[in-house]
């Protein structure tokens, strides 16, 4: 998704009824590179469950979307959040 895309569905409300502020942060803090959750939450400076919850809304809206990468160690992998790809 273009930056002038992203700008746009957050001006005009497009593919959404509406975006809180912090799902408007959120978009606008994941640019072009995936980042992982952690990332967000420090440098948000807000709790894990509220960067979570408004990334569901955002997904559920198709507008971020998650996939994993395992860093070949033990544990699990760790999970990334990126802008959806324009899809038209």
Known sequence: MTEQKLLEIITNGMRTASLSPIQ?????????????R???VEYLGMPRTTVYDNLMKLQAQKLVEKFSVNNKKRGRPVVYW???EERE
């Not at 959120?26 to 640019?31: F, M, N």
């Open 38 to 40: 952690r990332y967000l």
């Open 82 to 84: 990126k802008l959806t």
């Open 24 to 36: 408007t942060i959120i978009l606008r803090t994941l640019g072009a590179e995936p980042v992982p």
